[in-house]
């Protein structure tokens, strides 16, 4: 015979077991019943039931195996709600926190980070290369240290005078440049982990419509991703980087007719830029430090270099409304390409893109 376990309203009183046959009340569930489904309220009635032979003949034994049971569903039911407040919980995190987690799977499986340990950084040589994920990370060259005359000198034909005078700078330490100007697919990396604007699809191409602030905010990113210091370079380390060592009007020398083997410009270009890496490159295996994209640098703008650091860093003071880009473009006739030619902007524009520096270990 199957039994029903009651439970008197009074906290000492003791539980009771009915027949199956007998049925609760159906208005009074909550109060325990009498064997005509009438709610027990009186203690002749608890008498009267306890003498019931159904009751006295249950053992010890069924008695302690139905109240097992009853803690045992107590104790399912409580698992199911803790289980269903954990999963609520997660779903809750991950919602809060869905920018971070699509990040982190960008980085982690996505761009596949190959970061290099300090040890790895010392032993770089001049001109090695290097590249901190497989996927979505610009190709670093090492420049070594070494002084060079910034500016163009009087002699220099189509000189402006923003490019004088012509001055010594000492750079001190080596540091590590973009073989290439930072290319679209680059830029899409940063995209997909919310921290870069969507700009369109240009697979290979040098990033282009870019602002200052953009070029700022995607070293910045990268250096948070793989905590190493990237940023723009300063307006003297890019021309370092330019020259290679030369002291012509172009790294290659002073010929505007050999032009055609090393940038893209007016004469070449028709009208679009070109994917990077399909020129020559200079002494230092830089691509396209001669047109293609002008490049914008951390240095404020001035109109001559009087005053300029001979130490390489940037130029923070002056007329920092406008920052100062190098190379010359797609749409530039040779002149805008020499290597000591500057010029300023202070928005974004189809010709202006960038390339990034990275700060080495000492």
């Given at each position: 015979m199957a039994e029903r376990l009651l439970r008197p309203s009074c906290g000492l009183c003791p539980r009771f077991f009915v027949p199956a046959s007998i049925r609760p009340h159906q208005a009074n569930q909550h109060l325990e019943v009498g064997d005509q489904g009438q709610p027990i309220r009186r203690v002749s009635e608890w008498k009267a039931f306890n003498d019931d032979p159904a009751y006295r003949q249950m053992t010890e034994r069924e008695f302690l195996s139905a109240d097992r049971a009853a803690e045992q569903s107590a104790r399912a039911g409580a698992r199911g709600t803790k289980a269903l407040l954990g999963v609520l919980a997660v779903m809750l995190i991950g919602w809060w926190q869905q920018d971070w987690l699509k990040a982190q799977y960008q980085w982690r499986v996505v761009m596949k980070p190959a970061v290099l340990t300090p040890e790895q950084e010392r032993t770089l040589a001049p001109e090695s290369e290097f590249r901190e994920c497989a996927l979505g990370c610009p190709t670093m060259v090492v420049v070594p240290a070494g002084s060079f005359m910034m500016g163009a000198p009087e002699s220099e034909k189509k000189a402006d005078d923003n490019e004088r005078p012509q001055h010594e700078v000492t750079l001190a330490k080596p540091f590590a440049i973009g073989k290439f100007a930072?290319?679209?697919?680059?830029?899409?990396?940063?995209?997909?982990?919310?921290?870069?604007?969507?700009?369109?699809?240009?697979?290979?191409?040098?990033?282009?419509?870019?602002?200052?602030?953009?070029?700022?905010?995607?070293?910045?990113?990268?250096?948070?991703?793989?905590?190493?210091?990237?940023?723009?370079?300063?307006?003297?380390?890019?021309?370092?980087?330019?020259?290679?060592?030369?002291?012509t009007r172009y790294f290659f020398g002073d010929d505007e007719a050999e032009l055609n083997q090393y940038a893209w410009y007016e004469g070449n270009s028709g009208g679009k830029t070109w994917p990077v890496g399909k020129k020559k490159a200079n002494?230092?295996?830089?691509?396209?430090?001669?047109?293609?994209?002008w490049q914008w640098v951390e240095d404020c703008y001035h109109a001559s270099y009087e005053g300029a650091p001979s130490d390489g860093s940037a130029w923070a003071l002056g007329d920092c409304r406008r920052r100062v880009i190098r190379g010359g473009a797609w749409v530039n006739a040779p002149a805008a390409l020499r290597a000591a030619t500057r010029f300023s902007a202070e928005l974004r524009g189809i010709d202006i893109g960038f390339r990034l520096g990275r700060t080495l270990t000492p």
């Amino acid at each position: 015979m199957a039994e029903r376990l009651l439970r008197p309203s009074c906290g000492l009183c003791p539980r009771f077991f009915v027949p199956a046959s007998i049925r609760p009340h159906q208005a009074n569930q909550h109060l325990e019943v009498g064997d005509q489904g009438q709610p027990i309220r009186r203690v002749s009635e608890w008498k009267a039931f306890n003498d019931d032979p159904a009751y006295r003949q249950m053992t010890e034994r069924e008695f302690l195996s139905a109240d097992r049971a009853a803690e045992q569903s107590a104790r399912a039911g409580a698992r199911g709600t803790k289980a269903l407040l954990g999963v609520l919980a997660v779903m809750l995190i991950g919602w809060w926190q869905q920018d971070w987690l699509k990040a982190q799977y960008q980085w982690r499986v996505v761009m596949k980070p190959a970061v290099l340990t300090p040890e790895q950084e010392r032993t770089l040589a001049p001109e090695s290369e290097f590249r901190e994920c497989a996927l979505g990370c610009p190709t670093m060259v090492v420049v070594p240290a070494g002084s060079f005359m910034m500016g163009a000198p009087e002699s220099e034909k189509k000189a402006d005078d923003n490019e004088r005078p012509q001055h010594e700078v000492t750079l001190a330490k080596p540091f590590a440049i973009g073989k290439f100007a930072v290319t679209f697919a680059e830029w899409d990396a940063c995209v997909e982990t919310g921290a870069c604007r969507r700009m369109g699809r240009g697979g290979d191409r040098p990033v282009i419509d870019v602002s200052w602030e953009d070029a700022r905010l995607y070293a910045a990113w990268l250096s948070r991703v793989t905590g190493k210091e990237y940023r723009l370079l300063t307006e003297a380390e890019w021309e370092y980087a330019a020259r290679a060592s030369s002291k012509t009007r172009y790294f290659f020398g002073d010929d505007e007719a050999e032009l055609n083997q090393y940038a893209w410009y007016e004469g070449n270009s028709g009208g679009k830029t070109w994917p990077v890496g399909k020129k020559k490159a200079n002494a230092f295996g830089l691509y396209d430090m001669h047109g293609n994209v002008w490049q914008w640098v951390e240095d404020c703008y001035h109109a001559s270099y009087e005053g300029a650091p001979s130490d390489g860093s940037a130029w923070a003071l002056g007329d920092c409304r406008r920052r100062v880009i190098r190379g010359g473009a797609w749409v530039n006739a040779p002149a805008a390409l020499r290597a000591a030619t500057r010029f300023s902007a202070e928005l974004r524009g189809i010709d202006i893109g960038f390339r990034l520096g990275r700060t080495l270990t000492p």
